[in-house]
């Protein structure tokens, strides 16, 4: 680096982050047409496991070449601040390992049969001793309320959270019985072809099915990277 603000062809613009063995700068250079996030990274440190790191991602990024879905898959997960940036991360892990996975076997299944569709959103009342407190809607918390088995933990359900285990209880067990949730009492529960899924918030209702842009954008990449 020649001075604080050029390093090769680079024109350093603004810090935008630091941590471990680099800093990450918005800058320039003649030809870009625009500004790019310039990675900078210790020298001095070049044996060390996070340049290896650092290596190994860009090589990957290499061999994607110019795969259609990568950049934009990683643009709509982007957080606007640092206080966003934790649950941007856990939003793009549950789509990466539940989401589009979810979304994409009801797409399928749609073809060749009624389906239906829900998303889970009640948070169970972990205890402030337990190492699940503040995990919210987590994977597998809604086992709890589609067996009705609440009582099996000594928590402090509240009656909502009653009232969610009620309902999920009678659709699972009409779905067992006939292949479709609905029954006497219960709210309709439309099917996927709709493009609505049934809540499980506090009850139960009827809305869209939630992040259908992102998950797009997942289906996007994936199939670019099959065509490869």
Not at 52 to 71: C, K, M, P, Q, W
Not at 83 to 105: H, I, V, Y
Not at 162 to 185: C, D, E, I
Request: net charge negative; aromatic share 14%.
């Amino acid at each position: 680096m020649t001075d604080s603000r050029t390093i090769g062809p680079w024109t350093l613009i603004e810090e935008l982050g630091r941590g471990g063995n680099a800093v990450v700068w918005r800058a320039t250079r003649d030809g870009l047409g625009g500004e790019a996030a310039l990675k900078v990274i210790n020298a001095t440190n070049a044996h060390k496991e996070p340049y290896r790191r650092f290596v190994a991602e860009i090589e990957f990024l290499r061999s994607l070449g110019d795969t259609a879905g990568v950049l934009p898959l990683m643009d709509a997960y982007l957080p606007d601040t640092d206080a966003l940036a934790p649950q941007a991360r856990l939003d793009f892990e549950r789509d990466l390992r539940f989401g589009w996975d979810m979304w994409k076997w009801a797409r399928l299944n749609s073809v060749h049969g009624s389906t239906y569709f829900y998303r889970f959103a009640q948070s169970p009342p972990f205890p402030e001793t337990s190492v699940r407190h503040g995990w919210g809607a987590s994977h597998f918390a809604e086992l709890w309320y589609m067996f009705d088995h609440l009582d099996q933990e000594n928590w402090s359900w509240s009656e909502r959270d009653r009232k969610v285990s009620a309902l999920m209880a009678n659709y699972w067990t009409h779905f067992v019985k006939t292949g479709n949730p609905n029954g006497q009492g219960l709210p309709q529960w439309p099917t996927f072809e709709s493009g609505n899924a049934m809540h499980f918030l506090n009850g139960a209702t009827v809305g869209e099915v939630p992040g259908t842009e992102r998950l797009e954008i997942f289906d996007a990449t994936y199939d670019a990277v099959r065509r490869r």
